[in-house]
């Protein structure tokens, strides 16, 4: 009755291996035509569909988290984020002097060359002898199930055994998100309106629809469709969001992953109803809070079980009677810290970029 | 007893080929509408097709081969997403493109092609 994948393992090349040929083949396509055009926006379009290929290639290399993250971020967010930025530049790239495409040209064949000539020294694909197969690696590997005991090796590493390393990655999506508040300002809606001002003055209408105004509430029927439609998928992604984030024990996903897809339920419903109601619903200085908020709760964490007599982030300290209880506290607290950092981080971004431009009147869109 | 349960197998991989073929066709009758037909309207057309029927016919063949499981539950979750999210896209594509002004190509259109010109 079960059906079985036709993969014969005595076969010189199996067909994972040509399915994994043909992504990285499309992989170079794509990057060769993000290199050849000019067009801003198609550019844009296309690194989303180069994070999609990337991501199918993860999945079939058994690499899920990875995808997720892909999927999420590469060609979920930073798609919305880069439109944004495209609005505030143009639409199209101007001709690179031929001087320079000459210096670019040698110095991406250096690289190239380089990068192949390190490849011999790579571990082949499931190498039981590479570094990433043996030494640490594995050691987590058989001791997850005894120490943690969640069926997730990844979200033990990532959450428990790497805890730290997480702390300094969320502090750096922390940083990051400060940097681009610093050079776009926060968004915030006075400034932003005189901001728009002097861009009205300046620039030419933006013809996309990034960001919309003037939704007149219930009694609007100014494209129904879209309303209709977003009202019933933003409490769909929020409950997936949620899911991700509670579920990251026991599959993939995490704290990163349901952040960046809460905060794309945000920007989709700003997309349909606009700015002023989003700042409504998700006022700037809540989201600016938040950001903050989630490191806080991370290093908060840490603190809590130094405190308790154990070293930073040694979950053990917090349930000193059963272990295991202690590790799911700690990386459910932890997770939530990843969650409330990342999603306040990227919606600030958002809020950043949409309170540079005028919004566009409903009858234009 | 054994017999009737081999065809009721027999007719649900027959089922599930005849929708993900289906499914495949109207994917590359899509692309090449995309390709080939000559305005922004049409061409948004095909790539509906290639966004709803055959995205849903390949999803309904999947669920069809893994029968009355969690996968199939997961399948038809996406199916519903896809089924509300392709059509919305489609619609806020052309509208975007009406509203940017951008006119349909109505009449006969002239092919490309010499071979195609009555005056050649």
Request: proline content about 5%; overall charge neutral; charged content about 15%.
């Amino acid at each position: 009755m079960e059906m079985t994948f036709p993969v014969d393992m005595n076969l010189p090349i199996n067909l994972f291996t040509i399915f994994d040929m043909v992504l990285l083949s499309m992989l170079v396509i794509v990057a060769i035509a993000i290199v050849r055009l000019n067009s801003l926006f198609s550019i844009v379009m296309l690194f989303g569909v180069y994070s999609l290929l990337s991501a199918t290639w993860f999945v079939s290399l058994d690499a899920v988290d990875v995808a997720f993250t892909e999927a999420a971020v590469g060609a979920g967010i930073s798609t919305v984020l880069m439109l944004g930025a495209m609005l505030l530049t143009s639409r199209e790239a101007l001709p690179t002097p031929p001087l320079r495409r000459w210096t670019s040209l040698l110095i991406v064949t250096a690289t190239g060359i380089a990068l192949i000539y390190a490849t011999f020294d790579m571990p082949s694909f499931g190498d039981a002898n590479s570094p990433a197969n043996s030494y640490v690696g594995m050691e987590y590997m058989a001791r997850t199930i005894t120490d943690i005991s969640v069926p997730n090796v990844v979200t033990a590493i990532l959450a428990s055994y790497r805890g730290f390393d997480t702390f300094g990655e969320v502090v750096v999506v922390l940083t990051a998100g400060l940097g681009v508040m610093l050079i776009l300002g926060i968004g915030g809606s006075k400034r932003a309106a005189g901001t728009a001002q002097l861009k009205a003055t300046s620039t030419p209408e933006p013809k996309l629809p990034v960001t919309v105004a003037g939704a007149k509430g219930p009694a609007s029927n100014h494209h129904v469709v879209l309303r209709v439609v977003a009202k019933m998928l933003v409490p769909m992604i929020v409950l997936y969001a949620l899911y991700v984030q509670f579920h990251g024990d026991y599959g993939p996903g995490g704290g990163f992953q349901a952040g960046v897809i809460f905060a794309s339920a945000v920007i989709l419903y700003s997309l349909i109803f606009g700015m002023e109601e989003t700042r409504r619903a998700f006022p700037p200085g809540l989201v600016r809070f938040c950001s903050v908020l989630g490191v806080f709760i991370y290093g908060g964490t840490g603190l809590v079980t130094i405190i308790l007599g154990g070293k930073f982030l040694d979950y053990n300290m917090l349930d000193k009677h059963d272990p295991i209880h202690a590790q799911h506290f700690g990386i459910l607290l932890i997770e939530l810290g990843v969650l409330v950092t990342v999603a306040g981080v990227m919606l600030s971004i958002y809020y950043g970029f949409a309170g540079r431009y005028r919004e566009l009147e409903d009858r234009n869109w | 007893m054994i017999e009737w349960a081999l065809w009721l197998e027999w007719a649900r991989y027959g089922l599930a080929g005849a929708m993900m073929l289906s499914g495949a066709g109207f994917m590359l009758i899509g692309s090449i509408g995309v390709m080939r037909l000559p305005d922004f309207y049409s061409r948004i057309h095909a790539a509906g097709i290639t966004d709803t029927l055959a995205t849903i016919l390949l999803l309904g063949g999947m669920i069809v081969t893994s029968g009355f499981t969690q996968t199939s539950a997961k399948l038809a979750l996406v199916g519903v997403l896809l089924f509300l999210t392709s059509p919305t896209a489609t619609h806020a594509i052309a509208n975007a493109a009406q509203k940017a002004g951008l006119k349909p190509r109505l009449g006969t259109i002239a092919s490309p092609h010499p071979r195609d010109r009555e005056d050649a």
